[in-house]
Nanobody
Framework: QVQLVESGGGLVQAGGSLRLSCLFS????????MAWFRQAPGKEREFVAS????????YYADSVKGRFTISRDGAKNTMYLQMNSLKPEDTAVYYC??????????????????WGQGTQVTVTS
């Protein structure tokens, strides 16, 4: 079955950077849209960014626009989230997700059928 495995989380000071990776396997459709979500303690899971299968289309939540960059490397079956200028409010468990449908801007959790287990990002002030 489809597998998504996140890595790269950790503890960082405000203003610092981290790069998250999502290794995916068995995504047989060439139309997959992939995304990053995050969930802070006591809050609902929220959309962060998404990318088309080709990498040519991306979309960001307003809260991370200009600070985070989503990308993917098809040869390595890996999606990335480069996070710069991190803030304490970015603290959350970050999840990668996949949607087998053709690219469109989809920002809700029910849109994505495949999920990773999550990686913790903690930003200290």
């Amino acid at each position: 079955q489809v597998q998504l495995v996140e890595s790269g989380g950790g503890l960082v000071q405000a203003g610092g950077s981290l790069r998250l990776s999502c290794l995916f396997s068995r995504l047989t459709s060439r139309r997959n849209t992939m995304a990053w979500f995050r969930q802070a303690p006591g809050k609902e899971r929220e959309f962060v960014a998404s990318i088309s299968w080709s990498g040519g289309s991306t979309y960001y939540a307003d809260s991370v626009k200009g600070r985070f960059t989503i990308s993917r490397d098809g040869a390595k079956n890996t999606m990335y989230l480069q996070m710069n200028s991190l803030k304490p409010e970015d603290t959350a468990v970050y999840y990668c997700a996949a949607d087998p449908r053709t690219w469109a801007v989809r920002t809700t959790t029910p849109d994505y059928g495949y999920w990773g287990q999550g990686t913790q990002v903690t930003v200290t002030s």
